[in-house]
């Protein structure tokens, strides 16, 4: 059995930024290994700072769609964690 390993921001973010000539090839393949060990973990808040990041502060924003179906992507594959009050 694989351990779940939990994916910030950054890491998402370099996986579809290609401007980050370094950091894209080893987070894109990182993202995919994840994918296909069904090892990753995302929060919800890592996904929407993704959303503001790709679309809005990177020097080739994705389109908002593209991103959106990236994310309901993430969604349907991979455990995402949801805040809690700790109640």
Avoid at 5 to 31: C, G, W
């Amino acid at each position: 059995m694989t351990d779940k390993r939990f994916v910030d921001t950054n890491i998402l973010v370099y996986a579809y930024n290609v401007d980050e000539e370094e950091k894209h090839p080893q987070a894109s393949t990182l993202m995919k290994e994840l994918w296909e060990q069904g090892t990753g973990v995302l929060s919800l808040q890592v996904l929407q700072e993704f959303y503001v990041t790709v679309t809005q502060k990177i020097r080739k924003p994705l389109d908002p769609a593209k991103a959106q179906q990236i994310i309901e992507d993430y969604i349907a594959g991979w455990e995402i964690l949801e805040p809690s009050s700790g109640c």
